[in-house]
């Protein structure tokens, strides 16, 4: 994930938030999402293994014009209706960015990599 540094809004008085904070907050709300027991990270990552921290493994952020993008890669209890654990997921990960960054979010992709007892 590359450090770039990213304007919270055209009137904050020069104010940036590097990606990692983005991805440091989609990492926690997701852990903390009822039916996710694990993050993976992407096979590129893994290899790479750079700036990963427990908050950030298995997210992916990317900001383009202004606008945070994620993808994460979780694993998930099995037994659990997928669908809406996705559906809770995504919304827990936008309000947390939205909320601490005020930095709109656009796209939540959520890779299920596997399940788990």
Same mark, same amino acid.
Request: charged share 25%.
């Given at each position: 994930m590359p450090q770039n540094d990213v304007p919270a809004s055209p009137s904050d008085g020069g104010v940036t938030i590097a990606e990692l904070p983005l &991805?440091? *907050?989609a990492g926690r709300a997701a852990r903390t999402t009822y039916g996710v +027991? !694990?993050?993976r990270s992407s096979p590129v990552r893994r290899v790479a293994g750079l700036f990963h921290t427990s *908050? /950030?493994?298995g997210v992916d952020v990317d900001v383009r014009d202004?606008?945070?993008f994620v993808t994460l890669?979780?694993?998930m209890e099995r037994g659990v209706n997928l669908a809406q654990v996705t &559906? /809770?997921?995504q919304e827990q990960v936008r309000y947390e960015i939205e909320h601490a960054s005020g930095l709109p +979010?656009? !796209?939540i992709v959520v890779r299920v990599e !596997? *399940?788990?007892e």
């Open positions: &991805a440091k *907050l +027991v !694990d993050m *908050l /950030t493994e202004g606008v945070v890669h979780v694993v &559906a /809770t997921l +979010v656009g !796209d !596997d *399940l788990r």
